[in-house]
């Protein structure tokens, strides 16, 4: 649950290039479901997370990764 709830946060935070959702595992969920976004990363950010339950497993599995690594990363940097 609170892993859930962490890496929901983060994606409300996410700061990945555009060029991900346009290019990656995303490609056809955000030509699905944001097709006005076009390449305006906060545009894009708020359509996945907000159609987040109706993407592609792939879509899904990409942002997931890029979140932990992001908490991963910050978690780290804390620490030292």
Not at 5 to 31: I, Q, Y
Not at 68 to 78: G, Q, Y
């Amino acid at each position: 649950m609170l892993k859930k709830l962490v890496l929901a946060t983060a994606l409300l935070t996410l700061t990945l290039p555009s060029l991900c959702f346009a290019m990656g595992e995303c490609r056809d969920d955000r030509k699905k479901f944001c097709p006005n976004a076009g390449l305006d990363e906060d545009k894009i950010k708020a359509c996945l997370k907000e159609n987040y339950k109706s993407l592609s497993a792939p879509c899904k599995q990409m942002i997931d990764q890029k979140i932990e690594e992001k908490i991963e990363k910050k978690m780290n940097s804390e620490s030292k």
